[in-house]
């Protein structure tokens, strides 16, 4: 074989072996008559053995593709299927590419691409509903991931409405009257081209309102007017909203005013209706055109009641439960006193509450606050308002005296304040000023002046507390009287002083007049002086006295100071309270003579006594035979012989010392 003939085999070989791509498919442009309009990437070709691009076509996926063109310059990138078919339904096409000698050689398919057809479907419902392809699936690399929906209103105006991934959108016409709508879709391309849908259209109106606006609550606002709070509907062309009242007893929907505006989503309901029972509410959004959309879900107002129990001081609130929420989560109630802050009380999941410790006397306002599932959203009740009156009772109780009346009793004596009737009152006894016992009640009466006897007490051994308290007609306790403390007398022996004693007691500080100062009183054999041994000037408490004259007045010898209320009492009275007796013991002597004349000086024959019990006193006298001559039971009487001759005398003399101890003496004595 010739060189030649090799070499002309050769090159043979290798364009047998060399390859041409197809284009790659990119775009589908729908036009205006339904023409398509495909772009593609030309294909690289070093070997230069392109021959051209064979253009296929189909309408459907897996029909028969017919060659519809064919372009012979490489560098062609698209080409126009003249047809009508695309406005009517999608469109199927390849590209290959034929190269090698007279373009014996076909490439395989580029990419399968299918028009986008622009489904409009027109209801009469005032939305148009659209639906679209994409170009392949899955898509192409290099196609955006979001279509533009595109609106053609007015003509030749074209507005983007969105960019989607989705394959479909639903376009509420905001426009009152009929009016024509075109529509077409466009995806682009990382390569710079664009595909384009067809462009169908129809008339539309709006007939639609905008989306439902769910009420988030309605509150009773402090001066008893509603205010209902709602989400703004999402729809753009949201003009306003109706407000409706739920009537009852039929429920009707009345219309009660027009809120303009998309985001003006408060209204104040100026009725006080709400001060007098629950009060119910919804709204549906409205649009340019009148349209409304749906009604919310109705929500009904907190409507808060009340019970005051004066005798208790308590109240029981109770009231109706907060309708429009899924649920509710809590209910919270506060409390305001005398127009002060509120104060939270507690929370309960019930519809009532007891509110114990009521503060009496004092303007109470209250509101119960629901709060939502998820704790997002609170609604307030209407506000209760009420003075919480207290049963009548005394304004002043007044202890004016606490005085010891003997070894076991204290007598108290208080003034009360008679125009305002209580139940009566407790009285109250402690021996450490801490620790108060009840020892009775007094009844009212209608007076003013009232006395009690405390008894059963060792008045010698230490003071005690009184207080006293009114009552109200419930039984509640109300004024409370001053504390006052009984004068508790002592008395012990002053050093180096045989007939000196001192005598202590604690101060009585509950006058209204103050104190003046104290009597002093020595008590000899049970007999209470006339007039007071001694005097102590405003709060002295200590006295010394000289017991020495006392000696023959016999042998019991006891203290007691009386607390004497200086001028100026408020209620216009001065009262003394009396201390216990303090017992002082002083030793007992008898002076015995041991003869006497009764025709001399000495008449009378009579022992002398010192600080002798003259209640247990005797006296005997017995001549040297054991006769009785003479028996006396006073120690201020003697014998005066009876004419008894000179002689020896047997006396006998039985006494009781201040001790209380009895005592025997025996002797003799002479007669002259």
């Not at 439902?212 to 989400?231: E, K």
């Not at 009740?381 to 606490?402: E, G, M």
């Not at 009690?452 to 010698?460: E, K, S, W, Y």
């Amino acid at each position: 074989m010739k060189v030649r003939h090799i070499a002309i085999l050769i090159l043979l070989i290798n364009l047998l072996k060399a390859q041409v791509a197809a284009p790659q498919l990119r775009c589908l442009a729908v036009g205006a008559s339904g023409d398509v309009t495909l772009t593609w990437i030309p294909t690289n070709d070093p070997g230069g053995l392109f021959f051209s691009y064979e253009i296929y076509h189909s309408i459907t996926a897996m029909g028969t593709y017919s060659n519809i063109g064919s372009m012979g310059s490489i560098g062609n990138a698209s080409f126009t299927h003249t047809t009508t078919l695309a406005n009517t339904q999608s469109q199927y096409y390849y590209v290959r590419t034929k190269f090698g000698p007279g373009g014996s050689n076909i490439s395989s398919s580029s990419d399968t691409l299918r028009s986008i057809f622009l489904n409009l479907n027109n209801p009469g419902d005032g939305v148009a509903h659209l639906s679209y392809n994409q170009l392949h699936q899955p898509p192409l690399a290099s196609t955006s991931v979001s279509f533009s929906v595109q609106r053609e209103y007015p003509t030749a105006t074209w507005v983007n409405l969105l960019n989607t991934g989705n394959l479909s959108y639903n376009d509420s016409i905001t426009i009152c009257t009929p009016q024509t709508y075109n529509y077409q879709v466009v995806i682009g391309d990382g390569s710079g081209c664009t595909s384009v849908s067809n462009v169908p259209g129809g008339i539309f109106q709006d007939k639609n309102g905008p989306t439902r606006s769910l009420v988030d609550s309605v509150s009773v606002m402090p001066n008893g007017q509603t205010i209902i709070g709602y989400q703004p509907s999402v729809s753009n062309d949201t003009w306003g909203y109706n407000i409706y009242q739920v009537i009852p007893p039929s429920s009707s929907n009345t219309l009660m005013d027009i809120v303009q505006g998309q985001f003006n989503i408060l209204y104040t309901f100026t009725s006080t209706a709400a001060l007098n029972g629950s009060v119910e509410f919804l709204t549906a959004p409205i649009d340019s055109c009148g349209n409304p959309g749906l009604l919310n879900f109705p929500h009904k107002t907190i409507f808060l009641d009340h019970t005051y129990d004066k005798c208790n001081y308590q109240t029981q609130l109770s009231w109706t439960a907060y309708s429009g929420w899924s649920s509710v989560s809590e209910y919270r109630v506060y409390y305001s006193v005398n127009g002060g802050a509120f104060q939270f009380l507690g929370s309960t999941n019930n519809t009532f509450y007891t509110h114990t410790g009521v503060d009496p006397a004092k303007n109470i306002t209250y509101f119960v606050r629901a709060i939502n599932a998820n704790k997002t959203v609170t609604s307030s009740s209407n506000r209760v308002n009420f003075f919480s009156y207290q049963t009548v009772a005394p304004d002043f109780i007044y202890i004016s005296s606490v005085s010891v009346t003997s070894d076991e009793t204290i007598h108290i004596k208080f003034i009360v304040d008679a125009i305002k009737m209580g139940s009566g009152f407790d009285l109250y006894r402690s021996e450490d000023g801490s620790s108060y016992k009840k020892i009775g009640f007094i009844n009212f009466t209608g007076g003013a002046n009232y006395n009690f006897n405390d008894i059963d007490l060792n008045t010698r051994e230490r003071s005690y507390y009184y207080k006293a308290l009114a009552k109200d007609s419930c039984g509640n306790d109300r004024t409370q009287s001053a504390i006052v403390k009984s004068v508790w007398l002592q008395v012990a022996d002053v050093k180096q002083s045989m007939f000196e004693k001192r005598l202590t007691w604690n101060n009585y500080t509950a006058f209204g007049g103050g104190l003046g100062g104290y009597s002093v009183y020595r008590i000899v054999n049970d007999v209470i002086p006339a007039q007071p041994t001694g005097y102590t000037n405003g709060p002295v408490n200590e006295y010394i006295d000289n017991v020495e004259d006392a000696a023959s007045e016999g042998s019991k010898v006891e203290y007691m100071v009386i607390a004497v209320e200086a001028l100026g009492n408020p209620n216009n009275i001065a009262e003394t309270a009396n201390s216990n007796r303090a017992t002082t013991y002083v030793e007992a002597d008898v002076f015995i003579p041991t003869a006497f004349a009764p025709k001399g000086v000495n008449k009378v024959w009579r022992p002398v006594t010192h600080f002798v019990d003259k209640n247990d006193y005797n006296l005997k006298i017995f001549n040297r035979w054991g006769n009785l001559l003479f028996n006396t039971n006073d120690d201020t009487v003697g014998w005066d012989g009876n004419g008894s001759p000179n002689d020896t005398y047997v006396y006998l003399i039985t006494y009781k010392n201040s001790r209380g101890e009895y005592v025997e003496l025996k002797g003799t004595f002479t007669l002259l």
